[in-house]
């Protein structure tokens, strides 16, 4: 056997959580920008902040279908007022309206000059016998009188220039996550173009010479290489590039191989081959490749022995391979610093929900129990624990929506307990 540090020399002391997760976010490099076009831009963040190129509305803009109108000419109900003229939608009136006078204006058009209030149709008639009210639209142009049949207040259902955004107004900012409202807004502002956070570009290791690809059969001993593609999915959400997946055997050689090819990405993610097992290369094969490491094994259950590191601007993560301890490090450790390099603002720590189910005393390292998640009558949230066998149990964790977070030391939590979560489906969705 080979000469190797044991489990506790290289281990000890442990990190707690949040100052690995500190150690973690330290090592972040600054966003880097590049831009998509307005139709990707969705779900993207945005790299710099966004002014309005101008007022919002740019025009005094109608509210309704009717007539505009001064007010003063209508300020009592029952006037009749000559309809000068008609403007169609997107063409604005060059004349301005003359005193005495209507014009026929529908929703969203701008008003002429003059005006500075609209009627809605309903309050008006139309006393020429053309269609007004209720009927089709007229063909020929806008009836010739018009009877207002209420009192009218300067400003009626007329939306001011600049109303919604004065030009040079931040409406965008760097760091905000890109909605579809604010694809709208980036669309009403002209910014075809947007300049977004670069995605880290994310390549996965999966290690063991037991692995066998998902679409073999196992021989007898050998398992399907799940990890790969369930961290390829959640680096995906947690805003990663994320669809390269090589695979390394349990060797020094193989594995340096895919690391030295997996260190030109920004965020390397291997999986398996931490811990301190004869075969657990990972840890002096990334020595060996140039990375720093800054720190193996965490107080956190599952997940203990992670591993940790940077080599130039690329962070490296040696994940567990059980499955569960993999999905678990990644959300707890790769998701706030993905979610850095995109320029997001730090990941609320949890949520909070009352218990549905009891959970166990805590340990010596925080514990992190699956439990889904649904509202209860009274609105809150509440958190049921997943039938679940530890962290080889992929099956059990796939039911759940968070992990429950239970304190080192903590006291067993009864049915009613609040306790505090960490969600597997994103920053605020649970
Ligand atoms: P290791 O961390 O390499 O000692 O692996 C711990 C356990 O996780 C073992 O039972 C492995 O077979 C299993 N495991 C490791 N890597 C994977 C993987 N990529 N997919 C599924 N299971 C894995
Ligand atoms: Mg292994």
């Keep these: 056997m080979r000469a190797r540090s044991g489990f506790n020399a290289v281990m000890r002391p442990l990190l ?16 880097r920008a590049e ?17 309005a190129d101008d007022d919002h509305p740019p025009f005094r803009r109608s509210r309704v279908d009717g007539y505009a109108v001064r007010a003063a000419d209508a300020a009592a109900s029952g006037v009749e007022l000559p309809v000068a003229f008609e403007i169609p939608a997107g063409s604005p009136s060059a004349a301005s309206l003359p005193a005495g006078a209507a014009a026929r204006i529908f929703t969203g058009g701008a ?12 309050d008006c008639a139309v006393l020429d016998g053309r269609p007004g009210l209720d009927g089709p639209p007229a063909l020929d142009g806008p009836p010739a009188l018009v009877r207002i049949d209420t009192s009218v207040r300067a400003g009626a259902f007329v939306v ?25 807004v980036l669309g009403s502002v002209g910014c075809a173009n947007v300049s977004v956070a670069r995605r880290p570009r994310a390549v996965v290791i999966s290690t063991g010479d037991e692995l066998v690809p998902v679409d073999a059969v196992p021989g007898p001993g050998r398992i399907r290489n799940s990890n790969a593609p369930a961290l390829l999915a959640a680096l995906r959400s947690f805003g990663a590039d994320a669809t390269r997946a090589l695979h390394a055997p349990d060797n020094v050689g193989g594995l340096r191989a895919a690391i030295d090819e997996a260190l030109t990405a920004d965020v390397c993610v291997l999986t398996g081959g931490v811990s301190v097992g004869d075969y657990d290369l990972v840890p002096e094969t990334l020595a060996a490749a140039g990375v720093e490491r800054v720190f193996h094994g965490v107080r956190l259950q599952p ?14 993560f040696g994940l567990p391979g059980n499955p569960v ?29 009352v218990l549905e189910g009891p959970l166990a005393a805590g340990t010596w390292r925080r514990r992190h129990d699956p439990v889904r998640v649904a509202w209860r009558p ?37 049915i009613g307990d609040e306790v505090e979560l960490v969600s597997l489906r994103g920053r605020l969705g649970l």
């Design 16 to 31: 707690d959580v949040a100052e690995a997760r500190a150690l973690v976010l330290e090592r972040v490099p600054a966003p």
């Design 35 to 51: 831009t998509a076009p307005l139709d990707e831009a969705h779900d993207r963040v945005l790299a710099s902040d966004v002014l």
């Design 111 to 122: 008003l002429p000059d003059g005006a500075d209030a609209v009627v809605m149709q309903e």
């Design 160 to 184: 001011p220039r600049g109303h919604e955004c004065a030009a040079g107004h931040v409406v965008g900012r760097a760091g905000q996550r890109i909605s579809s409202a604010l694809v709208g």
């Design 303 to 316: 997940g203990k022995p992670l591993w940790f590191g940077v080599r130039g601007d690329t962070l490296v």
């Design 325 to 353: 301890s993999a999905l678990v490090t990644a959300t707890l450790f790769a998701r706030p610093a993905i979610e850095r390099m995109l320029g997001l603002p730090d990941t609320p720590p949890s949520v909070r929900a």
């Design 378 to 414: 009274d609105g809150r949230l509440g958190a049921w624990p997943v039938a679940y066998r530890g962290s080889g149990d992929v099956f059990g964790f796939a039911d759940a929506d968070a992990l429950a977070i239970v304190p080192p030391e903590a006291p067993a939590s009864a």
